[in-house]
């Protein structure tokens, strides 16, 4: 069996990709190192640099390697900057996506597993249920949402089967740390290693379940294994919910400081967002989650190896107004 795997330079892309392997699947590792970095694709794939926007290139290379499936997890998952570059958002998130999905169909590709987020509930009850009605608040959910709802047409229309899974808030080894506009675990590591405050949108009493990549990769690319969940979406990750002061107490904690915290303005954000995971364990082999301390302890450790990352503005901001503090050109790394 062989299987495409995009974002396989990146965080959650590499860990699946280097599972599936592991399982003896044939590996073709795809990313366009707009955030990844070459050295997280595991030894064995076979790699291949390339944009999944870049419809011919995608053609060409599902015409020569026939994929049984499809783990599409390229995407650029900046929820907040999404406001500010919505067309780079679309063009990526949504438009490269169903370039993916019309190859998936034209080749019978056996089942197209895709990362969608929990951005898609928006400010929904909680804990977040896989029955709920998406309401998304911002470009990046609405793109994520307007896939899942491509793949059930295509599904209805063409019979490709599909699995969809909506993490949250992962962290682990692989991340990229530099990238100050995501992921507050890695931003938190880097600003210590950079002996900066860590800085925290609004009171930090916004809740979220911090979800260890080991809770979420392995169940992601075992999962075409168990045909009885094509067709369905799955919430995957860690259960109990933490306010990220808690969460920057733990990464102090980790990381052998005592934090300084820097608040800033808070941004348009959902204040509280966590799901359950009842339906992927009725369906899945999904395994107890990483506890929070001991999942920031693994990281804590790698990321120290690594060293720090430099940070980098987001070179194509597409709408400049209402940019939150700390996100402006030469503006300092900044924490959910």
Not at 44 to 53: I, P
Not at 252 to 262: E, K, L, N, S
Not at 266 to 273: D, L, S, T
Request: aromatic share 10%; with cysteine.
């Amino acid at each position: 069996m062989k299987a495409l795997v995009t974002g396989a330079a990146g965080f959650i892309g590499s860990h699946v990709a280097k599972c599936l392997l592991g399982d003896g699947l044939q590996v073709v590792a795809l990313d366009d190192l707009s955030g990844g970095y070459l050295e997280n694709v595991p030894s064995g794939s076979c790699w291949v640099q390339a944009s999944v926007t870049d419809y011919e290139r995608m053609a060409s290379l599902f015409e020569s390697e026939r994929f049984d499936y499809v783990f599409h997890l390229a995407a650029y998952a900046a929820e907040g900057l999404s406001h500010f570059i919505r067309r780079y958002n679309y063009e990526n998130n949504l438009l490269g996506s169903v370039n993916l999905i019309n190859l998936s169909v034209l080749h019978a590709v056996k089942c197209f597993v895709f990362t969608s987020s929990i951005a898609v509930y928006g400010s929904n009850q909680v804990p977040m249920t896989e029955d709920l009605i998406p309401q998304p608040e911002d470009p990046y959910g609405v793109s994520k949402y307007a896939v899942e709802l491509d793949l059930k047409a295509a599904h209805h229309q063409f019979g490709l089967n599909y699995m969809i899974f909506r993490p949250h808030n992962v962290y682990g080894e692989h991340q990229n740390i530099g990238d100050k506009y995501r992921n507050v675990i890695g931003i938190f590591m880097n600003q210590i290693l950079l002996d900066q405050p860590l800085t925290i949108f609004g009171d930090g009493e916004q809740t979220r379940a911090f979800s260890y990549i080991d809770d979420v990769a392995p169940v992601i690319a075992r999962s075409v294994q168990t045909p009885g969940a094509y067709d369905e979406v799955f919430n995957v990750g860690g259960d109990q919910p933490y306010t990220v002061n808690e969460l920057a107490r733990a990464v102090g904690a980790a990381m052998g400081v005592t934090p300084r915290i820097q608040y800033l303005a808070p941004r348009n954000e959902v204040k509280h967002a966590f799901s359950s995971h009842e339906k992927a364990r009725k369906f899945l082999d999904v395994p107890a989650p990483v506890p929070l301390e001991e999942g920031i302890g693994r990281m804590a450790n790698w990321v120290r190896k690594v060293g720090s990352r430099k940070t980098r503005d987001f070179a194509a901001i597409e709408i400049p107004w209402g940019l939150p503090e700390g996100w402006q050109a030469g503006g300092a790394q900044s924490g959910r």
